[in-house]
Structure formats: structure tokens, C-alpha cells
């Protein structure tokens, strides 16, 4: 499937949708159809919001998000999201935050179809005042209260990695975040991978398969659609791009300057890459460093 | 003594701080400077963990975000969010966590999520990310934070990350496992908590200048300052030849 076909046929105006990637494998492809096709009213759901949901506030497709750290990471502030928090530019957002570990147990209850997770943590923070999600729970062997989150169910979940078979069987390698709970608490997933591989290259190696095939509704090929973020094996961050993005972010209309060339003004990622250049592309590509095999033979 | 800028000797103490062996929770900035230092020098053994999934990290780079797969390659483990705060921070395995953020209160108290009002703020930060978990359950924390009187407020707006909560250490009630913070280290002197009113105390002036009229213009309640107060070991030459030359030889993070 296309982005765009899948991007049409599965996110509808005011969807719970949630790209995941903790600043590794993040999909900005998919984030960028999104946009091209002014979804509306998404309630966007990512542990750390980044640049991505940064452009889809601008672009007014969010109109909540759900989230536990919201910046610019190792830059400083996301200013697109501050502004509509702060200022409703270009349309005020709600906000539904927990923190790293509530997010990660939310998505854990939601892929195990439990309605809540009990943890330990929130308390002795206002955060647990101001966010009436966050309830207790009283331990029923040990009498100990225990903070509780209710599951988080997305409709959608678009889950960018390295490789994936024709059948969706999902590899990802390197930091893996809460992208597997996210796939298994939602509705539909749609898998974007860097590569298309035989089945057999998956089979050679199970235990590397995060996402089974089954569990996937679409899978899309899009090479280079985690850019500007990094791709293990694959290519680097385009830091530049997040420092630049600073003071991009900081204005409005250059926000929405960039949107118009880079996301409006193409038709898809081939053409976003093509713009961006071979010497870019080339730059960020990644050194090799190669796992020793191992012997699945019994 | 060789000059040095104020954060590299908040980089050197945080490090010093470190002792071969311990499991660090790392954050991106100054701490992961801290703690790739002492590696370098008394720690070779410190466990490395990022709340990203990289266990026993060993960057060979400094890590533009805490993501990076500089922080996979040559690690001992790489596991999912939901291990790294279940197994690794709930389950009781972290020694010594490193936290920052906007605004810090004399009981050590964070404030990283709001200036100003919750629901209309006048500046919105990113929020706790893993802090508020990490504080609790952490053996120890130390917070690396610079110094004014609007990063130490008499009363922060919001607690993001509970310290002692207030002088009755309500940690305690909770049945928090870890001991909380148990050292500020500022631009301009080292801080630790009574055992009594659980409140900031201040132990060492940094050098080169030190002075007690600068820290209280840079902080906004009556401080509490120690007996036995004393200036800061500064910075070896060695420690600053790693600091400048293999660590952060750009100065992305050492201002």
C-alpha cells in the first residue's frame, strides 16, 4: 500500500492516533501525509511529542494530545506546541500528560486488554491533581496504594521500522521505545519500514520480530520516512534539522513556510528526498557494524 | 589551578561524585557529561542506563538525544520503556539518578511542567518525561541545576518530580523507596538536605570566587548554610583535557 492510500483508508477526522518511535524510528512520513491530507481533530498520542506533532499542531490537524515529555530533544522547546498551549495559534490543544513510565503503562494495560495498570509512581506530584486519569488503587495483598492509569486503545498506530516482510512481520533493531505496546493496544497498525525483505530473512531471525504480520492491516514501504530522526543501520539524525527547526518553530508564519515547500509542496517522500539531495542523504547514511550470528539450529 | 567555566566544574563534582560500579540513570546535557567522565577515570565499571532502553551504554559520541543509537552500539542490553521502568527502575537496580529542569524549591522539589498557571501558563515546559518515577525509586538523586532566584523560588509552581516534599519528608508516608535527593550541585556551590527539616544546606562554594553574598543573591529563601562549609575541589587538568577534548569538544552542552 501507498502512504497515502493507507493514510486515506485508515485515520479518519478525530481518531485516537499514535505514531511512536522514543526519538528513534520516528515516522515524519507519515506525519507529513497527514498533514497533506488535513486530517482534523486527531488525538495524537506519543510519550514525547517531537517535531513531527510539532508540524501537525501548526498545520491544525491535533486538537489534543496525549503525552508525557514535550520538547525539542536535546534542542530545547517545541514553540509550535507552546504556542497553541500558550496562545491557541493556530488553534488551542488540549493536553492529557502523565509521565514517561504512566504513558509506557498505559499502552502496556491497553496491548494486554486490561483497563488499567496499577504502578508506582505520580505520587507527591501535583501532576497526579491535575490530570483526573490518574487514580489508586488499593493493593488487595499487601494494603499499599498504588497510582493506576487506564488503558490507552488508539485507533491507529503507525509504527516505523527497519524491515518487514510482504505479510507485515515487523523487525526493528536498536532502541524499540514502547513501539511494540503501542502496535498491540491499538485498532489497526500500519507498519512503515525502511525495506521490504523475503519472509525468509524474518524467519532466519525470530527473535528480532516485533510485530507479527497478523496483527498488521497495512503495510507501506517508504525508505528514508524516518528523516530527520534516526533509523539504526540505516542513517543518522539530520541534527541540523532540529537545531534549525528552533527557530523555525518560533514563528508561526515560518512554520507554515515550511509545511507549504516541504510537506504541501511534495507529493510524497520520494519527492521530499529528492528535494533534500543526494549529498544530504548520503551524509546521514550509517557506518556499518555488524552482530555476530547466531545459531538457530536445534 | 587552571581556569574553568562554571559548567565544567558542575560537570567534575556531579562526576566525583560517581563511584565504579553504580548503576546511573542518564539524562542528555550536563549529567551524561558527568557520568562519561568518571567512566574515563574512577568509574570504568559505571553501568550506563538511558530511560530510552540502552543498558551499560558506552557512547562514543556525545548522544544528540537520549535515543540515539550512539547509545546501542557496544551496550550490553537494549530493552523496551516497559522493562527499562519496570524491571530496571521499579525493580529497585538504580543507584544514582540525575535530574534537572526549571525550577528547584529548598526541599528539592522539581518544577519542569508549568510557569505560571496549569491550565493557562505563562510559559509551558516539556514536562517530567521519566523524572517523577526516576526521583521515586532512584537510591539516590542528584540534581545538577544553574542558579538564580527564579530557579530557586521560595515556592515552585508545579511539582513535577517530588523531592521531600516538605519538612516533614512526606516520602515517607508514601513508602517511596529511594532516599531522594541527596546533592544540588548549582554554578555556584554544592548543596545537601538536613536529616531534620530536610531542607537545602549549603556545604561548598565553588572557586575560583567564592562567596556567600553571591549564593544569597542567587537564591530566594533564608539559606541554611553548614558548618563545616568549604570550597568545591576544582577541576584537574586531566579531568578538563577529557571534558574539552573528547567529551564535549564542540561545547554543545557546555555553555
Known sequence: ????????????????????????????????????????????????????????????????????WAGNPGVGPLYGLRRAVEKGIPRPIELEEYTHFGMVARFTAGASHLPFMHLDTFYGSTLSQQNKNIKEVKCP??????????????????????????EGNAQIWGLMGVQREAA????????????????????????????????????????????????QGYYDRD?????????????????????????????????????????????????????????YGY | MTSFTPDEIMVTRAANELRNGEVVFVGIGLPNLACNLARRLQAPGLILIYESGAVGAVPSRLPLSIGDPCLVTDSISVCSMVEIFNYYLQGGLIDVG??????VDRFGNINSTVIGDYQYPKV?????????????????????????????????????????????????KYGMPG???????????????????????????????????????????????????????????EELNIIRKELDPERIYLR
Open chain 2, 124 to 172: 509551558r515546559l516539556p514536562g517530567s518525561g521519566g523524572a517523577c518515577e526516576i526521583s521515586i525509586h532512584a537510591k539516590k538523586i542528584i540534581i545538577i541545576l544553574k542558579q538564580n532566584k527564579k530557579t530557586f523560588p521560595e515556592k515552585i509552581d508545579f511539582i513535577t518530580t517530588p523531592g521531600f516534599i516538605d519538612e516533614k519528608n512526606q516520602r515517607k
Open chain 2, 98 to 103: 540525575f535530574l534537572g529542569g526549571a525550577q
Open chain 1, 184 to 231: 498491540f493496544a491499538s485498532k489497526k497498525v500500519i507498519i512503515v519500514a525502511e525495506e521490504l525483505v523475503e519472509s525468509s530473512v524474518i524467519r532466519s531471525d525470530p527473535n528480532r520480530t516485533l510485530i507479527p504480520g497478523f496483527k498488521v492491516d497495512a503495510v507501506v514501504i517508504e525508505s528514508f520516512g524516518a528523516h530527520p530522526s534516526y533509523a
Open chain 1, 239 to 295: 541534527n541540523q534539522f532540529y537545531v534549525d527547526w528552533y527557530e523555525i518553530s518560533k514563528d508561526q508564519g515560518k512554520m507554515e513556510d515550511y509545511i507549504a515547500q516541504w510537506v504541501i509542496g511534495v507529493s510524497g517522500r520520494k519527492e521530499y528526498i529528492e528535494k533534500l539531495g543526494l549529498e544530504k542523504v548520503n551524509g546521514l547514511k550509517a557506518g556499518t557494524r555488524l552482530a555476530a550470528p547466531v545459531n
Open chain 1, 1 to 68: 500500500m501507498t502512504m497515502q492510500q493507507s493514510v486515506r483508508e485508515y485515520i479518519r477526522d478525530g481518531d485516537t492516533v499514535v505514531i511512536e518511535g522514543f526519538t528513534h524510528l520516528i515516522c515524519f512520513a507519515a506525519g507529513h501525509e497527514i498533514i497533506r491530507q488535513k486530517k482534523k481533530d486527531l488525538v495524537a498520542c506519543r510519550l514525547t511529542p517531537d517535531l513531527i506533532y510539532d508540524q501537525m499542531i501548526a498545520a491544525g490537524c491535533i486538537g489534543k494530545i496525549v503525552f508525557s
Open chain 2, 179 to 237: 532516599r531522594g535527593p541527596v546533592l544540588v550541585i548549582t554554578d555556584l556551590g554544592v548543596y545537601t538536605f538536613s536529616e531534620e527539616s530536610f531542607e537545602m544546606v549549603l556545604t561548598e562554594i565553588h572557586p575560583p570566587n567564592p562567596s556567600i553574598e553571591k549564593i544569597n543573591d542567587n537564591i530566594s529563601w533564608d539559606l541554611k548554610i553548614s558548618d563545616s562549609l568549604k570550597t568545591t575541589k576544582p577541576p584537574t587538568e
Open chain 1, 141 to 166: 495483598y499487601t494494603g499499599k496504594m498504588f497510582a493506576t492509569v487506564p488503558a490507552l486503545n488508539p485507533d491507529v498506530a503507525i509504527i516505523h521500522v527497519q524491515r518487514v516482510d510482504k
